[in-house]
């Protein structure tokens, strides 16, 4: 159910294990990588954070070298940024990793195209899922409902002995399980009310060309505006500016600019818009809660039934991970079927896919919690969270202009170290006991040179 990332990918990984697999979507794709209205967030930035790079390499050896074959702006980290954060410009110390920050639309073309390659995979297009087939103990398929053409509405019954979702955050598994008599997933929920707005600039002053390739400036409790502008495959550059409930930017082109201008805290982004070009309209996304869907917790649910991608955990997308969260969870599906020393039964690969979101799901909803106004039935911070979010303000406060923090801290953000790296002797002692790197007072205009 769902032929986004998430769907794409894990179709490529079960068609190895089955005669057959097919990918019931709602959009049609004959745009190739044009917008399609069921990925309405492919109007915003996607970074593709080195976690996702990875796992997407393993699943498809050679598409790294597709994406840069497809010109998708490959950024270093932090060199080739100008970035901010509490006050304070980041220094742009020499690369520590990269990012990918080509559209959304291409990206998911690029994939679409390997995936549907292959010859056990089969597509089923303009067409919606409307529910499920079987009961509590096993899911037998699921009901189809077509979109258009002379059956547009007509449904009918599709076979299948795995169901997996893909259909992304507004997934309707929860009624479909209760209409069957099975028990819905306890939902775990931090939401801060972010919303987003973005608009397609070609810039004309040199600041965003050369050596400085995007401008960020990041959010947090004291300054909860972000926002900024990240370059796309065809030269122009995305620029987007988030803000929290009741304070949420304008989709209005002139207010766009407006905002801003009022609500960021250094000038150089609007003076950068004031001459470059607009081509595009802004547009607005505003569902963006911290959403993780608890399948692996005890339950009346039916065998043959599993979720993935933004279906079964999805995050404030400010953080950057939904799509690399969508290709480690194909990896963590790929593992978990090859496992020669356990049986797959749909609870162990369950727990498997929601093992592989558990690090995105820590950075995001773990920041957060301490987000003005954050609220859900996890939204609370108990004594553990206060404790931790101690040690990584410490860590936030130097990752900025410390190159062994920095690079720790990158790893954590990349999704390529765990969590627990940052406690490591060399990065706690640096983190208690070193005082802070001084940071640039104006926004640094190239990158440092690398130590010898
Ligand atoms: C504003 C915004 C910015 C983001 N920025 C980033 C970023 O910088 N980096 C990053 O890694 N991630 C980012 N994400 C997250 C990223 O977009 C998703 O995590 C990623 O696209 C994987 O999603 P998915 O495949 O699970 O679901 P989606 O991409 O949402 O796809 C769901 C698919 O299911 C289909 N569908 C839905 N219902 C049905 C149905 N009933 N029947 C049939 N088909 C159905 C839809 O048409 C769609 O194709 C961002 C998200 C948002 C909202």
């Given at each position: 159910?769902?032929?986004?990332?998430?769907?794409?990918?894990a179709?490529?990984?079960l068609?190895?294990?089955?005669?057959?697999v097919?990918?019931?979507?709602?959009d049609?794709?004959?745009d190739g990588a044009?917008?399609?209205s069921?990925?309405?967030q492919?109007?915003?930035?996607?970074v593709l954070?080195?976690?996702?790079?990875?796992?997407?390499?393993?699943?498809?050896?050679?598409?790294?070298?597709?994406?840069?074959?497809?010109?998708?702006?490959?950024?270093?980290?932090?060199s080739?940024?100008v970035?901010?954060?509490?006050?304070?410009?980041?220094?742009?110390?020499?690369?520590?990793?990269?990012?990918?920050?080509?559209?959304?639309a291409?990206?998911?073309e690029?994939?679409r195209?390997?995936?549907?390659a292959?010859p056990a995979i089969?597509?089923?297009?303009?067409?919606?899922?409307?529910g499920?087939?079987?009961?509590?103990?096993?899911?037998r398929?699921?009901?189809?409902?077509?979109?258009s053409?002379?059956?547009?509405?007509?449904e009918?019954?599709?076979?299948?002995?795995l169901?997996?979702?893909?259909?992304?955050?507004?997934?309707k598994a929860?009624?479909w399980?209760?209409?069957?008599?099975?028990?819905?997933?306890?939902?775990e929920?931090?939401?801060?009310?972010?919303?987003?707005?973005?608009?397609?600039?070609?810039?004309?002053?040199?600041?965003?060309?050369g050596?400085?390739?995007?401008?960020?400036?990041?959010?947090?409790?004291?300054?909860?505006?972000?926002?900024?502008?990240l370059?796309l495959e065809?030269?122009?550059?995305?620029?987007?500016v988030s803000?929290?409930?009741d304070?949420?930017?304008?989709t209005?082109?002139?207010?766009f600019v407006?905002?801003v201008?009022?609500?960021?805290?250094?000038?150089?982004?609007?003076?950068?818009?004031?001459?470059?070009?607009?081509?595009?309209?802004?547009?607005?996304?505003?569902?963006?809660a911290?959403?993780r869907?608890?399948?692996?917790?005890?339950?009346r649910?039916?065998a043959g039934?599993?979720?993935?991608?933004?279906?079964?955990?999805?995050?404030?997308?400010?953080y950057?991970?939904?799509?690399?969260?969508?290709?480690?969870?194909?990896v963590?599906?790929?593992?978990?079927?090859?496992?020669p020393r356990?049986?797959?039964?749909?609870?162990?690969?369950?727990?498997?896919?929601?093992?592989a979101?558990?690090?995105?799901?820590?950075?995001?909803?773990?920041?957060?919690?301490?987000?003005?106004?954050?609220?859900g039935?996890?939204?609370?911070?108990?004594?553990?969270?206060?404790?931790?979010n101690?040690?990584?303000?410490?860590v936030?406060?130097?990752?900025?202009?410390?190159p062994?923090?920095?690079?720790?801290?990158?790893?954590?953000?990349?999704?390529?170290?765990?969590?627990?790296?940052?406690?490591?002797?060399?990065?706690?002692?640096?983190v208690?006991?070193?005082?802070l790197t001084?940071?640039?007072?104006?926004?640094?205009?190239?990158?440092?040179e690398?130590a010898?």
């Amino acid at each position: 159910m769902g032929g986004s990332l998430a769907g794409l990918l894990a179709a490529y990984v079960l068609a190895e294990h089955a005669d057959r697999v097919t990918l019931v979507e709602r959009d049609r794709f004959e745009d190739g990588a044009g917008h399609r209205s069921g990925v309405p967030q492919a109007r915003h930035p996607h970074v593709l954070l080195e976690g996702g790079q990875l796992a997407l390499e393993s699943l498809l050896p050679g598409f790294l070298a597709e994406l840069r074959a497809a010109r998708a702006p490959r950024v270093g980290m932090p060199s080739d940024m100008v970035q901010w954060q509490d006050g304070r410009w980041f220094r742009r110390l020499p690369t520590m990793s990269h990012i990918y920050t080509g559209s959304r639309a291409q990206l998911e073309e690029l994939v679409r195209r390997r995936v549907l390659a292959h010859p056990a995979i089969d597509v089923v297009e303009g067409t919606d899922v409307v529910g499920f087939l079987g009961d509590a103990s096993r899911l037998r398929g699921v009901l189809l409902r077509d979109r258009s053409g002379a059956s547009r509405g007509k449904e009918r019954v599709f076979e299948a002995d795995l169901v997996v979702d893909a259909s992304g955050r507004g997934t309707k598994a929860r009624q479909w399980l209760e209409a069957i008599g099975a028990e819905a997933a306890h939902e775990e929920t931090i939401d801060t009310g972010l919303a987003y707005s973005s608009r397609v600039y070609r810039g004309k002053s040199g600041v965003l060309d050369g050596d400085t390739r995007g401008y960020y400036v990041y959010p947090s409790p004291a300054q909860t505006h972000a926002g900024g502008a990240l370059p796309l495959e065809d030269g122009t550059h995305l620029v987007i500016v988030s803000g929290l409930r009741d304070d949420e930017p304008p989709t209005d082109d002139e207010q766009f600019v407006a905002y801003v201008k009022k609500r960021l805290p250094h000038p150089l982004l609007h003076r950068w818009m004031d001459e470059a070009e607009p081509v595009s309209s802004a547009f607005g996304y505003r569902r963006t809660a911290n959403i993780r869907r608890r399948y692996d917790l005890p339950g009346r649910r039916p065998a043959g039934f599993l979720a993935t991608g933004d279906a079964l955990c999805t995050f404030n997308p400010v953080y950057g991970q939904g799509m690399a969260v969508a290709a480690m969870s194909a990896v963590a599906l790929r593992d978990a079927l090859a496992d020669p020393r356990r049986t797959p039964t749909t609870r162990r690969v369950q727990e498997a896919l929601l093992e592989a979101s558990q690090q995105a799901w820590d950075i995001s909803a773990g920041a957060d919690r301490f987000m003005p106004g954050a609220v859900g039935t996890a939204a609370a911070a108990g004594p553990a969270d206060r404790a931790a979010n101690w040690y990584l303000q410490r860590v936030m406060e130097r990752y900025l202009a410390d190159p062994l923090v920095g690079s720790a801290f990158r790893a954590v953000l990349d999704l390529c170290a765990p969590v627990t790296s940052l406690f490591a002797p060399s990065v706690v002692r640096a983190v208690l006991f070193r005082p802070l790197t001084p940071t640039p007072t104006e926004p640094p205009t190239a990158p440092e040179e690398p130590a010898v």
